[in-house]
């Protein structure tokens, strides 16, 4: 048993590696919010980078750097939407406050 013990978890290891490296840059094509941002084409406000998207079907990104967003956001798009978080803790539920 302990055989294939080993080499699961380093797999599994090397997947969440892999996996954690992709969500450290936004996908192609995803709205960016970074607060204090002065980047062209970022957003400073998740509600701003809500705004920005096309009211359509197509299917959309947001991808949300660290920093503190103190706002209300309403999405009324039609299409799907893929929010995501910069992976800047293992767990960003550990010291993450979201208000829904």
Do not use: H, W
């Not at 090397?14 to 490296?21: H, I, S």
């Not at 991808?63 to 929010?83: C, D, H, M």
């Not at 910069?86 to 767990?91: D, I, M, R, W």
């Amino acid at each position: 048993m302990l055989r294939f013990f080993v080499p699961l978890l380093t797999c599994v290891s090397l997947l969440e590696v892999a996996y954690a490296a992709s969500r450290t840059s936004p996908p192609a094509g995803a709205k960016v919010v970074r607060a204090g941002t002065t980047n062209s084409g970022e957003f400073q406000t998740v509600s701003a980078a809500v705004a920005s998207l096309p009211s359509d079907s197509s299917s959309q990104a947001i991808f949300i750097y660290p920093g503190t967003y103190t706002e209300q956001v309403f999405i009324s798009r039609s299409g799907p939407l893929t929010v995501r978080f910069f992976p800047f803790l293992k767990n960003p539920r550990e010291k993450c406050l979201f208000l829904l």
